[in-house]
């Protein structure tokens, strides 16, 4: 048995071990200033300021974006704040905004919206459950749409977008669950953002990035903390910025621009395909999503026989095996296969799904 735990929780998830060394000893004295991590200003203290620059060189070179055209900026208040602030700043009076229901959070960013101006879902696939990433057909020329929102993967459902819709509005994207996983033309977003628990960090920071052309967009009229110029022209220090995440989502990127996007996306596929692969064989589960719509982050199934699901999550963590309980809206099960994982735990939780099914299938 493996004697460490293993996290496939949706978020707050792992980070690798030995980022945790580093920031075990950041905390006690970091880059030997003498100061922890903890105790930094965020204003104008140069220990802090390479941090924030470097993070922000980092996300531009892994998304292959230009900082011409492009403004890294990092805030608080997870992705509802974005529900909020997106329309806020871009949806001005006589236009429309228009939004993909995909999911859970895709529709909450929606109805945000609605505080703030008229709202358009222009696909949607409540109707059969989520179990699949719903179609997004060309958008109707009658309509004066500000952008399109977008979340690009489903956590509590397991779907996933697998190419950005080609639209000629701004096109605003929520990559929380799956950034830096899965090859993906940034290019083609003029914002996105994604909060820092699933795969860039510890929680309490929010990554955006915007096109700086959408600058020229924004509501003028808003209090300095709701634009994104303000923060942009603030460098992300508007307010006391929260230096501890932003330390720790630096060496996240600095661990994925090591390991190489390319190579990260191989091991997650891998990881995914080798977990469908046991769902579909096991007799005792199965998966409602559709093929085509699978995420490779979130891995959404079921017991045919519901009341051996409390047994299963049992069974797991006697197993050093916890977070895999489904989300409470859908019950079943969700693995998280976060860039953190490493094949081999998903090895080992296939070994325990094959065990639980020899345990369990001559049981009525």
């Not at 949706?10 to 980070?15: D, M």
């Not at 696909?123 to 179990?131: F, G, L």
Request: proline share 4%; glycine share 6%.
């Amino acid at each position: 048995m493996i004697n460490s735990i293993i996290n496939f929780g949706s978020g707050p998830t792992g980070i690798a071990p030995e980022l945790l060394e580093e920031i075990s000893q950041a905390i006690l004295n970091y880059n030997q200033s003498g100061l922890s991590i903890l105790e930094i200003p965020h204003r104008g203290d140069p220990l802090f300021q390479d941090i924030l620059q470097e993070s922000k060189h980092l996300v531009l070179e892994l998304c292959q974006l230009s900082a011409t055209d492009y403004e890294v900026i990092w805030l608080q208040g997870g992705g509802r704040l974005q529900f909020a602030m997106i329309p806020m700043n871009f949806l001005l009076e006589g236009k429309e905004a228009a939004y993909v229901d995909s999911g859970h959070w895709a529709f909450e960013a929606a109805q945000n919206a609605t505080y703030f101006g008229k709202t358009t879902i222009i696909a949607s696939s409540k109707k059969d459950h989520y179990t699949y990433y719903p179609t997004i057909n060309p958008l109707d020329d009658t309509h004066n749409f500000a952008y399109l929102h977008l979340c690009t993967n489903n956590t509590i459902y397991g779907t996933q977008i697998q190419n950005a819709p080609n639209v000629n509005i701004p096109l605003i994207a929520d990559m929380s669950s799956d950034i830096f996983s899965v090859p993906r033309d940034y290019s083609k977003y003029d914002l996105f953002y994604a909060v820092a628990q699933k795969n860039i960090g510890a929680a309490g920071n929010t990554l955006v990035v915007i096109k700086k052309k959408m600058l020229e967009q924004i509501n003028t009229s808003l209090a300095p903390y709701l634009s994104y110029a303000a923060h942009i022209k603030s460098q992300s220090v508007l307010n006391t910025a929260p230096v501890f995440n932003i330390y720790t989502s630096l060496l996240v990127l600095r661990l994925w621009k090591q390991r190489g996007l390319e190579k990260i996306y191989t091991e997650n596929n891998l990881k995914a395909q080798t977990l469908y692969a046991e769902i579909k064989r096991n007799t005792l589960f199965y998966t409602p999503v559709q093929a085509a719509s699978s995420s490779l982050m979130n891995v959404v199934f079921f017991c045919h026989d519901q009341e051996k699901e409390t047994a299963l999550i049992e069974f797991c963590k006697q197993k050093n095996i916890v977070g895999i309980k489904g989300h409470r809206s859908v019950g079943g099960f969700r693995v998280s296969l976060y860039n953190h994982i490493r094949l081999e735990q998903v090895q080992y939780l296939v070994h325990c799904l094959q065990e639980f099914e020899k345990n369990n299938m001559n049981l009525k």
